[in-house]
């Protein structure tokens, strides 16, 4: 690789915030690295006094030293072992010794270079190092926001729609009043709901939840009522409804617009008097709840369609709380995939971590299932990475699933590479992958569509 390339490259990261040492007993090695560095725009401070070095090194926090190996008093070594732990660590060494910086890699050194310098593998190395040390700072910045929404039960997003939500729910949690959740399948219902519970005056209570369609209409009324011993036929015993079970705390009602039209009479004639009877008794009882419901339809189409009571909507829904799809936040995509990243790293004994050109690549996919389909994308690519740092080629199922790119059209906004790329695609498979009439198709000569193919990975 040219120099000149790599010091393209290496002007387009910023140099904001890097503190670096370096340090050796030879004088023209430390001009020539540093005027490398502040060449490309990055400040370098330096040392040729390995017992004033280590006193540094003892007070201050630098995010990159680079140091000799050999050197009188105070060697590479024991300077490594003083370092801060976040501190990336760069060994110099002669020829002659690098069996001794192996090792010394293995007691934490992040890479070495070698004397005589080789200017275009030094500043291969001091990129990367540079590359983790922005992984870092970004891991530790989602990580904050994760904490700064920990009273919301893992709701995690910090865009503005959130925000709102966050809003809604911190309200809504002051007082007893029945909430309707509306949101796409996969957009985190449920944990609204708890969120709800968790900051609210019963969170010392029950909080029960029961999804009106994953049971037969002819059992959903003793699931939320209770019944007596036969009371029908199977009634073996007799058995509490999940009004009774949430007594002093919260109910939800998940995908409540399935349930049967006859039986929402008599959920109303409930909440209008907070007493159920079970099937097959005469006696009513008292239950204190708060009634939460969700929902993934448009309820008020729902309405019009005579399936939903109108006057039963009204007792649901004092408060509305209707949750974005994840394609009208991408904003949060990052915080997300780092969250369930940290999440599956823990069940995994791993330390994965995204680059950044994954997450580009997440934030232009057409999320159809929403938070539920994120957390499953990021589940399979870590089942399959052999490093812990996720690269593209990670994601590759999620690029050549049918179905799962975004259309022309489609919500959210794709720049012209993303254009191109379903566009070359599409004309690919239209016509068989045959790429010398795929070229014809799209104007281009053969050689440049096999660049396109190897630029957009589309093999």
Known sequence: MKIGLIYANLQNMTSNGIKILIIDDELNSTILLKKVLEKKGFQASTENDSVIAKKRIESEDFDIIISDLQMPDVSGNDLLKIKHPETIFILITGFGSIDSAVESMKLGAFDYIIKPFNLDEFIIKFEKAVEVIKLNSQL???????EETSSFSNIIGSSRKMKSVYELIKNVSRSNANVLIEGQSGTGKELVARAIHHNSSRSNGPFIAINCSAIPDNLLESELFGHTKGAYTGAI?????????????????????????????????????????????DKVRKVDIRLLSATNQNIKEVIEEKKFREDLYYRIATVSISLPPLNDRTEDIPLLANHFIKKFSEKMGRGFILNSDVVELLMAHNWKGNVRELESVIERALISAENDILVKN??????????????????????????????????????????????????????TLYKKIKEYDLE
């Open 394 to 447: 990670n994601f590759k199922f999620l690029t050549s699933s049918p179905g799962e790119e975004r259309t022309f059209g489609s919500s959210g906004n794709m720049d012209l590479k993303d254009m191109e790329r379903i566009y070359i695609k599409k004309v690919l498979e239209e016509n068989g992958w045959n790429k010398l009439q795929a070229a014809k198709v799209l104007g281009i000569d053969r050689k």
């Open 140 to 146: 530790r910045n989602l990580r904050t926001q994760i």
């Open 237 to 281: 015993d007799s058995q509490r409804g999940v009004f009774e079970l949430a007594d002093g705390g919260t109910l939800l009602l998940d995908e409540i617009a399935e349930m049967p039209y006859m039986l929402q009479s008599k959920l109303l004639r409930v909440i209008e008097t907070w007493e159920v009877k079970p099937l097959g008794s």
